[in-house]
């Protein structure tokens, strides 16, 4: 029976499970260790760092060489990694807030040291040099360290919707998350290489054993069209337009209409990429590219720009329903002032933001023609930057409009749309008709070399003479509008302001708006293309007094930063 059983046994080992066996024993035969690849830096247009990689290091206890005292071991390193705060205004505060940080933290490390099943038992991750230095001070015998990576963001908070961050996916591997780092991670991050190693049973490498190598390859750097002046115009002028005027919350984004190219873009409120960890999710959803709004009279530029283009109407058509509100259905269409002029042209009805007149242009296309315009002019569609999170509202299905419908979205209500496709729609007028896709990166840096990312050039979606022709009803509107009080002296500027109640549970909240303005200068060939947006201005709920101001007092310094002269 004892043979019989033994036979079995061997049976059970050697055949059963000798394939299992057999790999087991080849992997502790082996010492292989992942070579980490640097991560690409990303870079603004003059080259200065947005986002680098910085040399860090993992501290790690291992044994049988580590045989300090968990107790005072994790103490003095608890000692080394939690910062005291300096110079605060409430110390016994501060002191408890630090004991109690102390605490937690020696208690963290002195958990891990004492689990005696561990033979290699990571302690602290992205240690910077000096930290290294303190820790190593401290000649305990066991604690080494393993060379990794850590992501710095040389200007904090600034342009932090544009980059988004980096942290840990789920098998614990840095990762790219929102905006560029997001979109670009697999480029960025490169590939990691490996080293194998034969050891014997002692685990000593064996000097002519089996050994692999594969070599790391950096990610690429990032070259974007990012313009830090620019960026620090916009988000200075940003937080003080807040402040101002009670707004909740704001973006703002400066374009080069010829090419596309995403020169600044700013959000508040914000994040530090550096410490993500520190905040909800909310703050990294960029409201640029992926909140949804009702744009209100920014768009009444696209929907007569369409008339003009289709050829129902002109500059100099009349308005024949002009002369009082305009019962569509059940509804009644007003001006936003409760003034009507009834003998109006269609250059009127832009300069008085006439939502009569609009409604007036929407009947004219029709809702087929209408649809087939904002689809062109890039609603209803993602525009393609090169940010991670884009998303788009939906047009209402084509054929599905009503009266209301059509009239409604004439003068920029009843339809969502993003604070980018709005860049981009207006960026066709600012072209001469020409679609041009928004774009950050411009260049990406190659281990052999650069590549240029061409402009990503569209179709025509209206004609050069229609393009020529709202551009002039635009300039005529900053003239003559309603915050022509505000304007720089001696610039002409093409833009409308907008001024959307927010739809709140089926119906507009009459006290609650989002102030927005756009536009572009010089006129002709333009060198820059801005929007900006405040939602809920307590100070006034009208554009013109808030939007609108913001907008040329930026625009006063850019002129200045690209030497544009006065007209």
Not at 232 to 260: F, M, N, Q, W
Not at 443 to 455: C, F, I
Not at 526 to 544: I, N, Q
């Amino acid at each position: 029976m004892v043979i019989v059983a033994l036979f079995v046994r061997l049976f059970y080992w050697q055949v059963v499970r000798g394939k299992e066996l057999s790999e087991q024993g080849y992997i502790q035969q082996q010492s292989a260790r992942r070579v980490l690849a640097q991560r690409g830096d990303i870079l603004a247009s003059d080259g200065t760092w947005l986002a680098a990689s910085l040399d860090a290091w993992l501290l790690y206890a291992q044994r049988p060489k580590f045989s300090g005292d968990p107790s005072d071991t994790s103490h003095n390193l608890a000692e080394i990694f939690v910062e005291k705060i300096e110079n605060s205004d409430n110390s016994k505060e501060a002191e408890k807030t630090y004991k109690d940080a102390f605490k937690k933290e020696q208690e963290r490390i002195e958990k891990l040291l004492n689990k005696k099943e561990l033979v290699w038992i990571p302690l602290k991750n992205r240690l910077n040099r000096q930290t290294k230095k303190a820790v190593e001070e401290l000649g305990i015998d066991g604690l080494y360290f393993e060379l990794e990576e850590d992501r710095a963001y040389p200007e904090a908070s600034s342009a932090a919707h544009l980059l988004g961050f980096v942290g840990k996916d789920n098998e614990g591997k840095d990762k790219g998350y929102f905006g560029l780092e997001g979109y670009y991670d697999d480029y960025l991050a490169g590939k990691d290489g490996f080293k194998i190693a034969e050891k014997n049973a002692l685990g000593i490498p064996i000097i002519f054993g089996v050994n692999k190598e594969g070599v790391a390859m950096r990610g690429v750097d990032l070259i974007t069209h990012i313009d830090k002046g620019v960026q620090l115009i916009v988000e200075k002028h940003l937080a003080r337009g807040l402040e101002k005027y009670g707004a909740i919350s704001g973006s703002i984004t400066v374009s080069r209409p010829v090419d596309g190219a995403i020169l600044a873009m700013a959000s508040l409120p914000s994040f530090d990429p550096d410490k993500y960890f520190d905040y909800g999710d909310e703050f990294f959803r960029n409201p640029v590219i992926s909140d949804a709004f009702e744009p209100g009279s920014i768009f009444k530029p696209i929907v007569m720009a369409a008339g003009i283009d289709s050829g129902v109407v002109n500059s100099d058509t009349l308005c024949d329903i002009c002369s009082g509100p305009l019962q569509v259905d059940k509804y009644f269409i007003k001006t936003w002032n409760n003034k009507y002029n009834p003998k109006s042209t269609m250059r009127d009805v832009i300069i008085h933001s006439d939502n009569v007149g609009m409604a007036f242009v929407g009947k004219k296309l029709g809702s087929d023609k209408m649809y087939d315009y904002l689809e062109s002019f890039g609603f209803g569609r993602l525009t393609g930057i090169d940010l991670q999170g884009e998303v788009t509202p939906s047009l209402r299905k084509k054929g599905s409009w009503n009266i209301v419908d059509l009239a409604t979205t004439s003068f920029g209500q009843g339809i969502a749309v993003t604070p980018i496709q709005m860049i981009k729609a207006i960026g066709v007028i600012a072209n001469g008709g020409l679609e041009v896709a928004p774009q950050l990166v411009d260049k990406v840096k190659l281990a052999n070399g650069t590549e240029d990312l061409p402009p990503n050039v569209g179709k025509q979606v209206i004609s050069s003479k229609a393009a020529r022709e709202i551009t002039e009803m635009m300039i005529a509107a900053v003239n003559e509008g309603e915050a022509k009080w505000a304007l720089p002296k001696g610039h002409l500027i093409a833009g409308k302001t907008g001024t959307a109640q927010i739809p709140v549970s089926g119906h507009y909240d009459a006290e609650k708006t989002i102030a927005s303005f756009v536009g572009f200068a010089p006129p002709y060939n333009p060198k820059f293309l801005m929007l900006v947006t405040l939602r809920e201005p307590t100070s006034s709920p009208w554009a013109s007094e808030t939007a609108a101001p913001l907008w040329f007092d930026i625009a006063r310094e850019l002129f200045k930063y690209f030497n544009i002269r006065p007209e």
